[in-house]
Structures are given as structure tokens and as C-alpha cells.
């Protein structure tokens, strides 16, 4: 049975995880949430931020002051943090304002050589940093050494398992020597003790590492954590928070994420699958500029076995200087459609993943056929395909 995205009741804007199947987040108010294992429950205080581990969880408040949970509540440590890691309840490291580097030993935080603005640590003892320019080091037990490379964000499950993205979210992993690139464009990335990588892309769209790539998830989130393979959780753009569990996947809902060009027009689009074959194509495009434009928007949804769906639409937006709406808006078929390739290729269509393509003019409509071809090269490009074992028009 497919892993999908199941919701948990409660609105959080942070989240961390735990081996342990541990999770912490905070609500927009800063108020404080543990989750038991089976409901977010409140803790008492208010944080900003909040890091976590097997057995341990640690915060910092808006004046960076730092707490440590004991089991009942935040107890303040001395010191002064912008940023906290925690990989276990001996491993625990902060970066101050200054970018100065703090360990916690011996009861207090003791400051190690070095500066700092990112920092990572995982529960066998590895610690990893980034500094202002990108650059990357390394803890030896003694001082961070530097190692080649040049990232915006790192993360650490282990000293096996050493993970970053550079500033156009190019992903790289650390093979003992240096950092090697695995395909894929993500925006976050995050490692658990177990080997455990998952991350997320611009569109929200979710990937696991399975070895050899980035595979898909079905879902759609901001935020996410894992404290092991087990236990994937995350938040929504609208703060809902989610765990990856053993479920049916009935219905796919993928969104193509903000559509924008290079002129005036932009917009949104969703292709909804279910498992009975059944399908609609939705979505909105606006025009914000003087003159109206035609255009011609296509999709291709693409699964891991190289299976491509498409869909598109053709219409008009008018402008500041144009007759007729501003706004486009369709669902496609008038109804609901059905495609038996969707019903026999369930378990496959269900962790596509959606590309698209927007051609846009004020002389004449694009053609439909460019779009669709467009954006199944996008689909391709995105999943690190050579090409489909099949494309189905569905619009």
C-alpha cells in the first residue's frame, strides 16, 4: 500500500522531528506544541523556533534566550542564540547574533573558534557549518575545518549521510571526500539518523531519496521534518500539519504552483486524478498589464514508470487597454472526465508529479500542441527521465 500525506488536526508555522517519533512545533501565536502520538498537545511558553531529538527538545524565545524541555516544561539555559541545532541530548550547538559558535558541555555553552550563520548536528556526534559566504565545514572533535564546496543550506543525519543545496537549490551529497551533485532542484532538505532524506521543491511538490534520486511524494507542503523513515511530518502553506503514513491513495491533486512569464499573465492550474479514473483540469490565469494577451497553457503529469498525461487550455485575458475580463478560469471536461489508464495504472499515476507551459501574445492564440510538447520536456527534465513509456491526452 502506498505512504501518503495524512492530516493531523492542529495549525503550526515551525515543526522538528525525532527518532523517537517525537514532533514539536509552534502555532503564529509562538505557543508551544508536543506531539503525543496521536494529537499535538500544548506545552507551556512561547518560542520562536524549536529544534529537536530522540528524547530532548530545545527553543529560543524572540529575545534569543534559550530553554531546554524537562519533560514538563522550558527551563531557561544561559546564553544568547539566533539558531539552535540539536542532534541528540549530548550534541546540542547554537550560532549568537555575531555568528559566534556555541557547544553545550559541562552545563553551559562553551564558544569554539569559528563563525558561523548556519549549523547542523546529528545524534552520532557529526556537526556541520556554513558560513556567511557559503562556505562548508566540518567539526573534527577540536576546531571546523573547511571542506570544498560552496552551500546555502546543510543537513546532517550522520557522518554517512551529509547533505546540502547550493543558491539555485542544486542538491549535493558529501561522499567522505567532497560534495558530489545528485540531480534535482529543491528548495529544502532534510536528513534523519537513519539515512532517511526527503525534501521539497519551489512548487511545494514533496521528493524522498531512494537510493538513486529524488523519488516523488504525493503532497504539498512549505515545511518538513523526519526523525527517521517512519516518521516524515510537515505543514502546509495554510499551517495544517501532516504525517507520511500507510494509506489508499483515492485522489491526487497536483498543483503546478505559481504560473508565471515573462509577460503580464500569470496564474495557477490543477490536474486532479482519482483511483477510479476519473479527472478534472482546473485552474486561473490574470492579466495585469495594458494589453490583453492570448495564450495556450499545457500540463503534463508524469509518473515514475514514464507515463504522461496532458492537458491544456487555450483563452484570452484582457488588459488595461482591452474589452472583456481580466480573468480566466476554467474546469475541464464540463463535468467530470475518465481515462481507464488512470484506473489500470493507479498505483504508477498516483505519485506523478505536474509540469507546465505558458506561450502568451497579443497577436494571435499559441498552439496548444507547442504547449503540451513543452511542457512534457519540463516533466522529463524535472524527473531526470530520457522519455515516456507513454503520453495520454486527457484535454
Given at each position: 500500500?502506498?505512504?501518503?500525506?495524512?492530516?493531523?488536526?492542529?495549525?503550526?508555522?515551525t515543526i522538528a522531528a525525532g527518532a523517537d517519533k517525537s514532533a514539536w512545533g509552534r502555532n503564529a501565536q509562538k505557543e508551544i506544541f508536543r506531539f503525543d502520538g496521536s494529537a499535538f498537545q500544548k506545552i507551556p511558553g512561547a518560542l520562536t523556533e524549536i529544534a529537536a531529538a530522540a528524547g530532548t527538545a530545545w527553543g529560543l524565545n524572540d529575545n534569543h534566550e534559550v530553554f531546554r524541555f524537562d519533560g514538563s516544561t522550558f527551563q531557561k539555559i544561559p546564553g544568547a542564540l539566533v539558531k539552535i541545532a540539536v542532534g541528540s541530548e549530548s550534541n546540542v550547538w547554537g550560532i549568537n547574533a555575531n555568528q559566534g559558535i556555541f557547544v553545550f558541555e559541562f552545563g553551559a555553552f562553551q564558544?569554539?573558534?569559528?563563525?558561523?550563520?548556519?549549523?547542523?548536528?546529528?545524534?552520532?556526534?557529526s556537526v556541520w557549518g556554513l558560513n556567511s559566504n557559503g562556505g562548508i565545514f566540518r567539526f573534527d572533535g577540536n576546531a571546523f575545518q573547511q571542506v570544498t564546496g560552496d552551500l546555502?543550506?546543510?543537513?546532517?543525519?550522520?557522518?554517512?549521510s551529509v547533505w546540502g543545496l547550493n543558491a539555485n537549490g542544486a542538491v549535493f551529497r558529501f561522499d567522505g571526500n567532497v560534495f558530489q551533485q545528485i540531480p534535482g532542484v529543491l528548495t529544502d532538505i532534510v536528513a534523519a539518523a537513519d539515512g532517511t532524506v526527503v525534501g521539497l521543491n519551489a512548487r511545494q511538490q514533496v521528493f524522498r531519496f531512494d537510493g538513486n534520486g529524488f523519488q516523488p511524494i504525493p503532497g504539498a507542503l512549505v515545511k518538513i521534518a523526519a526523525g527517521s523513515s517512519d516518521f516524515i511530518v510537515g505543514l502546509n502553506f495554510h499551517q495544517e500539519i501532516f504525517r507520511l503514513e500507510e494509506a489508499a491513495v483515492n485522489v491526487v491533486e497536483l498543483h503546478s504552483g505559481p504560473i508565471?512569464?515573462?509577460?503580464s499573465i500569470g496564474g495557477n492550474a490543477t490536474l486532479v486524478m482519482t483511483r477510479n479514473g476519473n479527472f478534472t483540469f482546473s485552474g486561473h490565469l490574470h492579466d495585469g498589464g495594458l494589453l490583453g494577451l492570448n495564450y495556450a497553457l499545457g500540463v503534463a503529469a508524469l509518473s515514475p514508470s514514464g507515463l504522461a498525461f496532458t492537458a491544456g487550455t487555450i483563452g484570452h485575458v484582457a488588459g488595461t487597454f482591452t474589452s472583456g475580463s481580466r480573468d480566466s478560469d476554467?474546469?475541464?471536461?464540463?463535468?467530470?472526465?475518465?481515462?481507464?489508464?488512470i484506473r489500470d495504472n493507479w498505483d504508477d499515476v498516483s505519485q506523478s508529479v505536474l509540469e507546465w507551459h505558458l506561450d502568451a501574445n497579443d497577436t494571435f492564440t499559441p498552439p496548444i500542441g507547442a504547449a503540451l510538447e513543452s511542457a512534457l520536456q519540463a516533466a522529463l527534465a524535472a524527473a531526470g527521465q530520457a522519455g515516456?513509456?507513454?503520453?495520454i491526452g486527457l484535454i
Open positions: 500500500m502506498a505512504k501518503s500525506f495524512q492530516q493531523i488536526p492542529g495549525l503550526l508555522v564558544q569554539i573558534p569559528g563563525a558561523l550563520v548556519d549549523i547542523a548536528a546529528a545524534a552520532d556526534g546555502q543550506k546543510i543537513a546532517v543525519g550522520s557522518r554517512d508565471t512569464s515573462g509577460l476554467w474546469i475541464l471536461p464540463d463535468g467530470t472526465g475518465f481515462n481507464a489508464s515516456t513509456t507513454a503520453v
